[in-house]
């Protein structure tokens, strides 16, 4: 059974994406996400190295670094390698809100071997 992502959620999203990156950094990098059925897909954008006054839009790269699927369990954390196939992250447990995997997330450390 698939359960539509909640808009409380979807707001708690996108702050944690709008704090990831210092404003004075923006104009290179940013982190932002795409709602896709029960999925928040979390995907950091760079500026080309070759043309740094290209204004934000689909010149700039994307790659997706985590997946947030939301269930009747709750909220699950996934991670892709590099040919974005997606791994469930296994020692972050399934939460009933966004925060727990969201912050699990953006831990440095890799969350896989």
């Given at each position: 059974?698939?359960?539509?992502v909640?808009?409380?959620?979807?707001?708690?999203?996108?702050?944690?994406?709008?704090?990831?990156?210092?404003?004075?950094?923006?104009?290179?990098?940013?982190?932002?996400?795409e709602?896709?059925?029960?999925?928040?897909?979390?995907?950091?954008?760079?500026?080309?190295?070759?043309?740094?006054?290209?204004?934000?839009?689909?010149?700039?790269?994307?790659?997706?670094?985590?997946?947030?699927?939301?269930?009747?369990?709750?909220?699950?954390?996934?991670?892709?390698?590099?040919?974005?196939?997606?791994?469930?992250?296994?020692d972050?447990?399934?939460?009933?809100?966004?925060?727990?995997?969201?912050?699990?997330?953006?831990?440095?450390?890799?969350?896989?071997?």
């Open positions: 059974m698939v359960i539509a909640p808009e409380t959620d979807i707001a708690r999203v996108r702050l944690w994406c709008q704090r990831r990156i210092p404003e004075r950094a923006q104009h290179q990098v940013r982190v932002e996400f709602v896709r059925g029960h999925e928040v897909i979390l995907v950091e954008r760079r500026v080309p190295w070759d043309s740094p006054n290209t204004p934000f839009g689909s010149a700039w790269t994307a790659r997706p670094f985590a997946r947030l699927r939301h269930s009747a369990v709750g909220w699950r954390l996934y991670w892709p390698d590099r040919n974005t196939r997606w791994y469930l992250v296994g972050v447990p399934a939460a009933t809100s966004v925060p727990p995997p969201l912050e699990a997330g953006a831990d440095p450390r890799p969350p896989f071997p």
